[in-house]
């Protein structure tokens, strides 16, 4: 992304914004986890209520960030508080040998956080006034695609069909590019604690 620092306290308010919308779309992310677990295989909803919570909570953060372009210390509290439970949640999502749902489960979950991520770059971009490059706006149309596939499966697998091999290989070849970026997780999760402290004159 093509930063130019400019007004030294947008440049601030822009990277802080960069860290909630980083938080809002791991939440989005394990949101969507839990409510496949919940619809192919039956998991109890504790785990999904508790992230809702705090995915909803996040989604009223950024909302009002993007109005007054500052956080308050209370604010900030709240969503490294978010922070933590998610590099909690984090550390076991990626498992030793699953099965198709919970591969089905990673695969889109981390294509709807990724979504998210991109949404808010391009948001970013347009609030901040900044150049973030063509290639997000472009990814747009891929992740729609691909949401909406995911979306199909699970609800095939929710009602007991069964999915065409060659989707089952697309599955799979996603999921082992997700796997390979597992020691990512919890280097995101330091940065968004960063990017919520950044300070431009510390």
């Known amino acids: 992304?093509?930063?130019?620092?400019?007004?030294?306290?947008?440049?601030?308010?822009?990277?802080?914004?960069?860290g909630i919308i980083l938080l809002a779309s791991y939440l989005q992310r394990l949101y969507v986890y839990e409510t496949i677990q919940v619809k192919i295989n039956n998991a109890?909803?504790?785990?999904?209520?508790k992230v809702k919570?705090?995915?909803?909570?996040?989604?009223?953060?950024?909302?009002?960030f993007e109005e007054t372009k500052s956080l308050?210390?209370?604010?900030?509290?709240?969503?490294?508080?978010?922070a933590g439970e998610v590099s909690l949640l984090m550390q076991d999502y990626i498992k030793d040998e699953p099965d198709f749902n919970e591969r089905l489960a990673i695969v889109g979950?981390?294509?709807?956080?990724?979504?998210?991520?991109?949404?808010?770059i391009i948001k970013l971009g347009h609030i901040f006034k900044q150049n973030v490059g063509k290639d997000f706006p472009a990814r747009a149309k891929f992740y729609e695609d691909r949401t909406k596939a995911v979306d199909l499966m699970v609800h095939l697998v929710a009602?007991?069909?069964t999915i065409e091999e060659g989707m089952q290989?697309?599955?799979?070849?996603?999921?082992?590019?997700?796997?390979?970026?597992?020691?990512?997780?919890?280097?995101?999760i330091r940065k968004i604690n960063e990017m919520l402290d950044f300070k431009l004159n510390q």
């Open 1 to 18: 992304m093509n930063i130019n620092i400019g007004d030294p306290q947008k440049y601030e308010a822009s990277i802080q914004y960069n």
């Open 44 to 49: 109890t909803d504790e785990k999904l209520k």
């Open 53 to 64: 919570g705090m995915f909803e909570h996040s989604e009223m953060m950024v909302k009002i």
């Open 72 to 82: 308050m210390d209370g604010q900030r509290d709240k969503l490294k508080s978010f």
């Open 109 to 120: 979950s981390t294509l709807y956080g990724e979504q998210m991520m991109n949404f808010g």
């Open 159 to 161: 009602q007991g069909d």
């Open 169 to 188: 290989d697309l599955i799979d070849k996603w999921y082992v590019g997700i796997a390979a970026q597992k020691g990512g997780i919890l280097t995101d």
